[in-house]
Nanobody, 115 residues
């Protein structure tokens, strides 16, 4: 069982930046792909960024060039650096860890971008 806890969400102005953190309960990077999804009201959950066990990142088209995913193995934590934020980025951001049939989700953190 992997437990995940996000932090760092909040309200930011258009064009601003935020950094989200996701702390894992156990050492996960060797075995789990991790990443971030987001969901806005009335919308489907959307992939934002993932980081493979190899460390290779992957990004959703809407955030390429603005968001960066990274990880700190010593802290069992992944990060999402978000820059040039837009109102369309407002959503609940969820951290996840996946390996084989197992997927774990954090409770989510709200990001709101004012215009």
């Amino acid at each position: 069982q992997v437990q995940l806890e996000e932090s760092g969400g909040g309200l930011v102005q258009f064009g601003g930046s935020l950094r989200l953190s996701c702390a894992a309960s156990t050492y996960v990077f060797r075995f789990y792909t991790m990443g971030w999804y987001r969901q806005a009201p009335g919308e489907q959950r959307e992939m934002v960024a993932t980081i493979a066990t190899s460390g290779e990142p992957n990004y959703g088209d809407s955030v390429k060039g603005r968001f960066t995913i990274s990880r700190d193995s010593d802290k069992d934590t992944i990060y999402l650096h978000m820059a040039n934020l837009k109102p369309g980025d407002s959503a609940v951001y969820y951290c996840y860890a996946a390996a084989g049939p197992n997927t774990y989700w954090g409770p989510g953190t709200q990001v709101s971008v004012s215009s």
